[in-house]
């Protein structure tokens, strides 16, 4: 079983759609997460970064965590065709926030 | 967060020579991080790079195969050796600055 489990989609939605983006993880001992966008041929762009469990906003963008569950989301609320990119969730615990473990990515297309 | 600039942002290599890319940072940051995505995997940790010491390497790299440099607070370089096309994929630069924020990445294609 992988650390980190991300459904590689694709996922296709119309604009204005509420996007729901998931990862599970297996190692209680994460302490952080993360939720970047890839646009293609572009490096990561970190879009949302929490560590405690609950909901964190940020715009159109809601990251929540339950570590309970070890069950991380994203969701993006009236999604633009902006917006389609590939969403990758990252993981990590200890002393350094660059040592990540990171989910294969979700590929969402928003259609207008 | 920081302006990350890596060097090349593609190339195209033969087998059995090396590659250098190379990250600037415009901060200084005491992590650097060099990361590998290939087709259709998760970004993977190659090795942390800290300035004054030896790179550390993951398990499943060897720093015959990446050496790293880092020999200011600013910039470090990896070289990928002896290259094979499994070495194919895109190599990202990180750097720690209360998240880990990444530059364009190198695309690399070893024929």
């Known amino acids: 079983q992988k650390e980190v489990e991300q459904d590689p989609g694709p996922l296709s939605v119309p604009e204005g759609a509420i996007v729901s983006l998931n990862c599970t993880y297996s190692n209680s001992a994460f302490q952080y997460f993360m939720w970047y966008r890839q646009y293609s041929r572009k490096g990561p762009e970190l879009l949302m970064y929490?560590?405690?469990?609950g909901n964190k906003e940020d715009g159109r963008f809601t990251a929540q965590v339950d570590k309970s569950s070890k069950y991380i989301s994203l969701f993006i609320r009236d999604s633009q065709p902006s917006d389609s990119a590939t969403y990758l969730c990252?993981?990590?615990?200890?002393?350094?926030?660059?040592?990540?473990?990171f989910g294969k990515g979700t590929k969402l297309s928003v259609k207008p | 967060s920081a302006v990350i600039s890596q060097k090349p942002s593609r190339d195209i290599c033969q087998r059995g020579t090396s590659l250098t890319i190379q990250c600037q940072v415009d901060?200084?940051?005491?992590?650097m991080f060099w990361y590998r995505q290939q087709p259709g995997q998760s970004l993977t940790l190659i090795a942390t790079a800290n300035q004054g010491s030896e790179a550390t390497y993951e398990s499943g790299f060897v720093i015959d195969k990446f050496p790293i440099s880092r020999p200011n607070l600013t910039f470090s370089t990896l070289t990928v050796s002896n290259m094979s096309p499994e070495d194919s994929s895109i190599y990202l630069c990180s750097v720690e600055m209360g998240a880990a924020f990444f530059g364009q990445g190198t695309r690399l294609t070893v024929v």
């Open positions: 929490t560590y405690s469990s």
């Open positions: 901060s200084q940051v005491t992590m």
């Open positions: 990252a993981m990590g615990y200890g002393g350094s926030q660059g040592n990540l473990i």
